[in-house]
Structure formats: structure tokens, C-alpha cells
């Protein structure tokens, strides 16, 4: 006899996993660094809610007292409505949500209940993951939250997936959401350009919406970044002050939403940007959200800042405790302008300045189409025969002769239309079939979705290291955003490419990754229009920017600092701005990794011997520059000058960088005081990187002080001089 076997659909068994709503209520999750508490609670009726974020709670037994209702209205009466940890579309929150569903059926509601959570110990951090369902729904979201206690940052997203019959249309889905219930709340946003990255803005939010968001696609962060400081109660303050600082790890489309509801509370939604992005998740498949990183501190930004740059190095950015190398690079001195001969000379030139590398920029590639300017080639990764006869191994050969290694600069997600690989392959191009086409710096992007085109770009990278395995760096740059938004690969599903087209960047970037774990790389897009921790996985550090006058750099540096260490930031000695000293310029780029972009034939013997000192100088300061902590002093925001310090793990060995952009005539110089040092340590101060014909001006050269006296009392470090630098050195006596 047959035994008759009951099947239950995977939607029923999905609905009978949701917990009694009662089962769980009033339970607590609590996610905690040393500093801060993020509390989370089981609502009665079984839903997700944030209870509490912010200073580290003394006592726990007084979390069950944090109530998951908030005063929904404004005649103070407490409706049952809360901070849902991830609210859903269609339900009674009145305000912008985490996530929008539409499910197969055309049903446009969700509504999340708690399942189960579990705490794991990851690398620094604990990982905490809560899984929600919906009731009615096979409809699941998993919340993952990284408290890294040390350093103060949290690092959250979320998984989403479902088994329903058909395809669900996801028309948002956010990272994470975060609820802030404050006097008052102040945005400080980071806008750019080409040539103006990272420019810092404030302003009030008030009730409504303000959305930081950019659709450009791959060039995603030309215009702002994916970055942004809140002010609790107050504008964000250097040195005091609470302030919650995000970022989030996406190098494409994203959107930063705050929101100011009824009864003034905020919420912060960080996630994609859904923009022309209906996202149709097939059952079974899991969309990943980015990451989003946060950290709040209780004493301004240089302490958010510190806490971000610590957990960086430790925990995100590629080879973050390694060292970095100086280098020599040639597009600011020959742009397209070169041959091998030129190049075996600035080779030898890296070598006597001092520098470990040689980078060789845009340039060197193509052959039916050459690449002798911005109109051609890009796609053809094969030497110009004409120019470089010898092949990339010539080159490495004569890196090798001059003793500094050699690196190569590539833009592989791109192809002008002329050139071999659009002949080819017209297909991998985002391109409209019926309409006219735009291009951004003559050129367009592959359509990194397809993985044909993932191959075809990891090939690049992998056949120059074949080739050549001692081709010791790259620079990938990616000049142009998404412009004709139409994928071939994707055809009907359209709302798929913004994000696939990241996914299949970061394909690309792990397999890189796994065969070459050393090879470290500098990520560039027409300057500083990609800087993300995302991307930062895969890249030791970022060009902040094209713009190389000191004067700029100094507003762009600060800005990236907020968010970034200096080995994450590389900045270049070039001959912009040329008003301004070469001193001037080199110390404005001593205080991120170190390179130079310039003829030695322009600088004379003094200037020459300077950055020759500097170089060596910046070499032996690497443990506080790089590895240690950074104190901005004074804001060139706030005055005409601008003081960065940093000091080592064991506040043996110290730097201060002090500018002076443009003082007014008498105005107050006041003395400078530091932080960080141990005030029991004696200090000796004495200023470096000096011009080989200038005597210092520094009044306490050479002189001992206690790290108490310093930073109590200080240092006079500015002066009158309009666009001038003084660099002090501190050491433990
Ligand atoms: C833009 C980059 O930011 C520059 O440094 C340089 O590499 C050019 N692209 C080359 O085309």
C-alpha cells in the first residue's frame, strides 16, 4: 500500500515559522560598542523596534523600561506606533521606509515580524543577525549589525529574500534605518565636482525630507559622496558635541534620506539609490544590501573621525596595516606626451628623488587605434607599438635598472568608440539602441552586468600580471558616469543594471583580489569620484582628487579626512599652482601617501634638495602619519589657517602640519594646542622640512616641553605668511 505523502508548500511552512506574536514580546537586542548602545525590542504585537541609540546605557536591567511606542502625535498622546528596526511599505508608519514591496500577487504592503536572532564573534566585532518575516508573506529580511567595540563603529545591512510564486518588485531597499529623538538636528554633507571634492555644507534640518543622492551611476560620487555627519542638538563641532557619522561601502547610485517626521523626530534611511532601479527578485535569490558604517561621538568629529580611521585600517581597507610606497607618476608632467626613452629617464628621475615607484599613466595602449589623446584606444589594453617598441616588459626592465619598481595606470570599465573592442564587440556597451548617443569624455561604459564584459575586464589586470608579474601597482580610473542607461545584457529587466553593473565590478575586484592579494591599487575616478569602504576592500587608497593646488587640497583633504585614513588618501606634488612654494605644496601632500607628479628639470637644486629631505622625512614619520592618530586642530573652515597633528600608537613620535592660507593683517595668532600626548613625556619640537637656504621661525625650536605644557599651552605654529607651511617634529625625550 501506497503511503500518502503530505507535502506543505514552502509558503505554508514559511507563514508557520513566524513566531506567536506574543512569544517573543519584550524581548531585547542590544548591540553595543565600548561607547554607544543600539537597542532593539520585540513590540507586543510581535514587530522589530528601535528603542534606543546612542551614549553607552550604565544599567541593563533598565532597558526593558525603554517603552518600543513613540509619541506618534503631537497632542502627546502615545499612539502604538514605534521605530520599526526595518519598516516596510503599505503599513502604518507614515513615513519614508527602509524597504518597498510589491509582492507577486500586486500586494504593495509588508509587515516584518520578529523570527529569531543569533550573536557571533567576527574578526574585532560582534555580529548580531535578526531575521524577520512577513505573516502573510514568504517574504524575509535578515538584519546583520557588526559592533566593533573598540573603535565605536557599528556596520550594518540587510538580506532580503523570498519564495513566493513569481518575481517580488523591490522599489527600495535600504541598508538599515536609524531614529534620533533630539532638540535639534544638523546635516553636514560633502559636495564635489571634478577638481572640488569633498567640499563641507551645513545646514538645519528641519521638518520634511532632505535626500543626498547621486545617479550617475560608475563616476557615482562626482557630485557628493557617500558620506555624512549629523549634528545632535547642534551644528557639528571639531572637539565636543555628539555627532553620528555614516558611510556607505557602494561604489554606485546612493542615497542618503533624512527624514524629520510630525513630533520632530529623525530618521536616517542610507542605502542604493532606487532611482530608475525596481529591482525584480526572483524567489530564492538574496539581494544584499551595501554596508552601512556608522559611528557616534560624544566629543565631535576629530574623535568620529579617529574611530572611523582605526576600524579602517583594521578592519576594511585593503592591506590597511601595511605600509605604503612614494611614487614618481607622469600625467601632470607629460600627459599623453611620451616615449620609452622619456620614460627610463623620469624612471631614474623617481630614483634620485627618492621616491620606491614609478607609476606610468593614461596613454600607453591601442595600435589601430593609439591612444595619443582622450578620443581613442580606451578598451585595446595592448602597448602602442610605435611608442613603447619594447613592450611592458621594457618598461618593468628599466624600473628595475633605475631600482624602483614599476606600476601601470588602466580604465578598464571603459571603451571609446573607436577602437577594436567597440568594433568587436558593440554588445558589452550601455548604450541606447534608439536614441542619439551622449558621451562623457568621448567614451562609454561597458556593461559590467554582463559577465562576458567581467571576464573580458578581469583579463586586463590578469594578462598585464601574466605578462609581467612584476608590475608592482596599478591605478584603475573610471572617468565617465553611466550615460545612455541601457544595457544589451539585460534587456526587459532594465531596472536591474545600476546595481548588477556594481556587483559585477566587485566580481571582478575579488578575483583580482584572490590571485593577487599583494598587488596593491590606487582607485581613481577623474579624481576623487570613488571612495567608498566598498570599494576599498579592493584598493590600498583612493586619488582624492585632480586638483593639486595646495591651497584646494588642503579644504579637500580635510574634508576626506573625516572619513578616511591618511594611507587611504594619495596626494601628488605637482606644478599646480605654481605661486605657491614647492614646500608649500609638498607639505599639503605629506599629510596623506606621499607622491609627486612633476619634472625634476623644473625644480632647481634647493628645491630639489627640499623634497628630497621631505621624502625621507615623510618615510620615518610613516608610524604617526600613517599608522597613528590624527588631531585637526584648526579648521581652515573656521580660520585662514589650518593645523593637522599626528602621533604615534605609543605618543613617542609626532607631526604637526601648520598652514597658512590667507591671514589678515594683525589678526590674533594664537598659540596652537595639542592633544593626544602624554603629559607625564617630555617632548623635544623641532621644525623639519625646512628649505635648504631658510632658517627656521619656529620661537620654541629645538626646545623640551612636557606633553602636559603642550597641550595646555601650546605652540606657536602660525604666522603672517600668506600660503606658507611649517612642519614640527615632536619626539619623546
Ligand atoms: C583622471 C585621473 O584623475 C588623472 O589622474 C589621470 O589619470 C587621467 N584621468 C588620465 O586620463
Not at 184 to 190: A, D, G, K, V
Request: net charge negative; aromatic share 12%; proline share 4%.
Amino acid at each position: 500500500m501506497k503511503r500518502k505523502i503530505s507535502i506543505i508548500p514552502a509558503f505554508a511552512i514559511a507563514m508557520m515559522a513566524v513566531a506567536n506574536p506574543n512569544e517573543n514580546d519584550g524581548k531585547i537586542i542590544r548591540i553595543s560598542t565600548d561607547n554607544t548602545d543600539l537597542v532593539l525590542k520585540v513590540g507586543e504585537n510581535g514587530r522589530l523596534y528601535q528603542t534606543y541609540l546612542g551614549p553607552k546605557l550604565l544599567n541593563e536591567n533598565e532597558l526593558s523600561s525603554l517603552d518600543w511606542a513613540q509619541h506618534a502625535s503631537s497632542d502627546g498622546s502615545v499612539s502604538k506606533r514605534g521605530w520599526e528596526a526595518y519598516s516596510a511599505s503599505g503599513n502604518e508608519d507614515f513615513f519614508e521606509p527602509a524597504i518597498g514591496v510589491t509582492h507577486s500577487d500586486g500586494n504593495p504592503t509588508t509587515y516584518l515580524y520578529y523570527v529569531d536572532s543569533s550573536v557571533s564573534q567576527i574578526d574585532g566585532g560582534t555580529q548580531t543577525d535578526i531575521h524577520l518575516r512577513d505573516d502573510k508573506y514568504p517574504f524575509n529580511v535578515t538584519l546583520h549589525y557588526v559592533a566593533y567595540p573598540e573603535e565605536n563603529v557599528i556596520k550594518t545591512w540587510s538580506d532580503i529574500k523570498h519564495n513566493e510564486n513569481k518575481p517580488v518588485l523591490l522599489s527600495s531597499y535600504a541598508s538599515a534605518i536609524l531614529y534620533f529623538n533630539e532638540a535639534s538636528y544638523f546635516l553636514t554633507e560633502f559636495s564635489s565636482d571634478w577638481a572640488k571634492e569633498a567640499q563641507m555644507h551645513s545646514q538645519q534640518l528641519q521638518f520634511g525630507k532632505k535626500v543626498v543622492d547621486t545617479k550617475l551611476g560608475s563616476r557615482a560620487a562626482m557630485h557628493t559622496h557617500p558620506f555624512f555627519e549629523i549634528g545632535l542638538n547642534g551644528p557639528v563641532k571639531e572637539h565636543s558635541g555628539e555627532v553620528l557619522m555614516g558611510t556607505l561601502g557602494w561604489t554606485g547610485n546612493f542615497r542618503f534620506t533624512f527624514e524629520i517626521d510630525n513630533v520632530g523626530n529623525l530618521r536616517v534611511i542610507p542605502g542604493i539609490n532606487p532611482y530608475a532601479s525596481n529591482y525584480e527578485l526572483k524567489a530564492g535569490e538574496i539581494f544584499t544590501t551595501p554596508e552601512f558604517i556608522f559611528t557616534l561621538s560624544y566629543d565631535g568629529a576629530s574623535q568620529g573621525s579617529r574611530n572611523m580611521h582605526e576600524w579602517a585600517r583594521k578592519y576594511s581597507l585593503k592591506d590597511g596595516l601595511g605600509s605604503r610606497m612614494t611614487l614618481l607618476n607622469n600625467w601632470e608632467n607629460t600627459a599623453f606626451n611620451f616615449n620609452q626613452d622619456i620614460l627610463s629617464q623620469l624612471m631614474k628621475e623617481a630614483k634620485h628623488l627618492g621616491v620606491d615607484m614609478f607609476l606610468l599613466d593614461d596613454g600607453w595602449f591601442g595600435n589601430k587605434y593609439p591612444r595619443k589623446d582622450d578620443h581613442a584606444g580606451l578598451g585595446d589594453w595592448e602597448v602602442t607599438h610605435d611608442k613603447l617598441p619594447d613592450g611592458i616588459s621594457a618598461l618593468v626592465n628599466a624600473a628595475e635598472n633605475a631600482d624602483v619598481k614599476f606600476g601601470i595606470w588602466i580604465e578598464p570599465e571603459m571603451v571609446n568608440p573607436k577602437s577594436e573592442l567597440y568594433e568587436k564587440h558593440p554588445d558589452w556597451v550601455i548604450e541606447q539602441p534608439n536614441r542619439d548617443t551622449y558621451y562623457y569624455r568621448n567614451q562609454l561604459v561597458l556593461d559590467m552586468s554582463n559577465p562576458e564584459v567581467q571576464d573580458y575586464v578581469y583579463g586586463v589586470v590578469d594578462n598585464i600580471l601574466t605578462e609581467n608579474p612584476k608590475v608592482a601597482y596599478f591605478k584603475w580610473d573610471c572617468n565617465s558616469p553611466i550615460t545612455n542607461i541601457y544595457s544589451p545584457y539585460h534587456k526587459n529587466k532594465q531596472g536591474q543594471l545600476y546595481i548588477d553593473h556594481v556587483r559585477g565590478i566587485y566580481n571582478v575586484l575579488k578575483r583580482i583580489k584572490e590571485k593577487y592579494p599583494n598587488v596593491p591599487m590606487m582607485l581613481c575616478s577623474g579624481g576623487g569620484a570613488r571612495c567608498d569602504y566598498e570599494a576599498l576592500k579592493y584598493f590600498t587608497e583612493f586619488w582624492c582628487s585632480d586638483n593639486t593646488d595646495p591651497i584646494e587640497r588642503i579644504y579637500i583633504q580635510w574634508g576626506f579626512s573625516q572619513f578616511f585614513p591618511t594611507k587611504a588618501m594619495a596626494a601628488h606634488v605637482t606644478s599646480w599652482n605654481k605661486n605657491t612654494s614647492i614646500k608649500f605644496r609638498t607639505d599639503v601632500a605629506s599629510m596623506c601617501k606621499l607622491g609627486f607628479d612633476i619634472g625634476l628639470k623644473d625644480l632647481n637644486s634647493n628645491e630639489l634638495a627640499y623634497c628630497q629631505q621631505a621624502i625621507e622625512n615623510w618615510k620615518r614619520l610613516q608610524p604617526a602619519i600613517m599608522d597613528g592618530t590624527q588631531y585637526r586642530l584648526v579648521s581652515p573652515y573656521e580660520t585662514n589657517h589650518a593645523v593637522v597633528e599626528y602621533l604615534d600608537k605609543e605618543k613617542n613620535q609626532g607631526v604637526i602640519f601648520a598652514y597658512n592660507l590667507s591671514p589678515r593683517f594683525q589678526e590674533k595668532l594664537h598659540r596652537v594646542k595639542l592633544q593626544g600626548l602624554d603629559p607625564t613625556k617630555k617632548y623635544l619640537v623641532k621644525e623639519i622640512n625646512l628649505m635648504p637656504d631658510s632658517k627656521t621661525q619656529f620661537a620654541q625650536n629645538n626646545k623640551t616641553f612636557s606633553g602636559d605644557y603642550l597641550m595646555k599651552i601650546g605652540l606657536d605654529v602660525l604666522s603672517y605668511a600668506h600660503n606658507s607651511s611649517m612642519v614640527i617634529e615632536i619626539i619623546a625625550q
